[in-house]
């Protein structure tokens, strides 16, 4: 499989650490946020997203979730296969997404909260792609692609694999 880097190590820490400033104006000093971690693809970006929030009282929690039928494209029908743990109600949370492509694990995430009594909630999202089944979108984006390309590395995978790489990389 040949990569090709789209965005790198450095590009993508420096584009955390402005979406962690824009987060932080919607943040209280005084709050708990509820930082929820979408399984798997989310993870790279949410680690170094949450170092980021070390001047908050954040608790951490994870989502797991599946939406794909195969590999690369999504059934439509999201299921919950871990829940959170972390008791949200009154609290800010703030969901961590690698990437928003068809929008129905969004569309699910959105309503999962609405019935948490969870004071707000955010959604933030590493990748955006231009290709919505669904109209819903993220509240912080670090990155809109321009085409519906296949991406791996920074917690993204094919078949389990890349995850582990430190950019954002375009399968060829």
Do not use: H
């Not at 994870?62 to 609290?91: H, M, P």
């Amino acid at each position: 499989m040949e990569l090709q880097e789209i965005y790198g190590k450095e590009t993508v820490r420096a584009r955390i650490k402005e979406l962690a400033d824009e987060i932080k104006k919607w943040l209280p000093k005084n709050e708990t946020l509820v930082c929820l971690c979408v399984l798997r693809g989310a993870i790279m970006f949410f680690v170094d997203l949450v170092r980021e929030l070390e001047e908050y009282d954040v608790r951490l929690d994870f989502v797991s979730l599946v939406s794909y039928g195969d590999a690369t494209s999504s059934s439509g029908k999201v299921t919950l296969l871990q829940d959170i743990r972390e008791n949200v109600e009154g609290k800010r949370v703030l969901i961590v997404e690698d990437i928003v492509d068809s929008g129905y694990t969004l569309q699910y995430l959105k309503r999962f909260f609405s019935d948490k009594n969870v004071k707000e909630f955010k959604i933030a999202c590493l990748l955006d792609k231009p290709c919505r089944q669904v109209d819903v979108n993220a509240d912080y984006t670090a990155f809109k692609l321009d085409s519906d390309r296949y991406v791996v590395g920074y917690g993204l995978d094919a078949a389990q694999k890349y995850r582990n790489l430190n950019g954002i990389y375009e399968v060829k």
